[in-house]
């Protein structure tokens, strides 16, 4: 599957989908402004860690995202994807965990006097931190390795770079599959 994220300056980003059948689907998401899309940031790590049943794998099995209500929400033949019977959403929410744990910009929390201040940190990616992921209940899946980790927070890194850079306009193509 190839996969491009155009970024517009000053409206909706888009990104434009066609499956390894050939099939194609796009959709446009509120900007992040400097921040690298979130559904990058979800296709980055669930092909460094082989989750195949994902946002992504869904993607590619033929499920869309559209807005519900102003929402965006998974889409399969039209209909919300948690209104059919059957689906199994365990995988889907093993990737976003992991993509909260190693995609997300850390949070500082800052003493300002009485208040206890929560601000968003350095934009880099960093390794998760087991306190965070066990306030959470989140956990990470087997092939999140440590060399694995890297690998994301590597890959990151270099696609934020290039996001930063990016005109009105310009794009960032990547290639996924699901059939690891």
Not at 19 to 25: C, E, K, N, Q, Y
Not at 128 to 136: F, G, K
Request: hydrophobic share 40%; aromatic share 6%.
């Amino acid at each position: 599957m190839e996969v491009t994220f155009v970024r517009r300056r000053g409206s909706r980003d888009r990104v434009y989908v066609t499956r390894a059948d050939g099939t194609s689907t796009g959709w446009e998401f509120p900007s992040y402004g400097e921040g690298l899309p979130h559904d990058l940031c979800h296709l980055v790590v669930e092909d460094v860690l082989g989750l195949s049943e994902g946002f992504w794998g869904l993607v590619e099995q033929h499920v869309d995202v559209g807005l519900v209500d102003d929402q965006p929400t998974l889409l399969r033949d039209g209909k919300p994807l948690v209104d059919q019977p059957g689906v199994d959403f365990s995988r889907l929410t093993r990737a976003e965990e992991a993509v909260a744990l190693l995609a997300s910009p850390p949070v500082a929390v800052e003493d300002a006097g009485k208040l206890a201040v929560a601000r968003q940190g350095s934009s880099a990616p960093r390794a998760p931190s087991e306190e965070v992921a066990r306030q959470l209940g989140f956990g990470l899946p087997a092939s999140a390795t440590p060399d694995a980790i890297a690998t994301v927070a590597e890959r990151l890194r270099e696609l934020g770079k290039r996001w930063r850079a990016l005109a009105d306009g310009g794009a960032i193509t990547l290639s996924y599959s699901a059939n690891r």
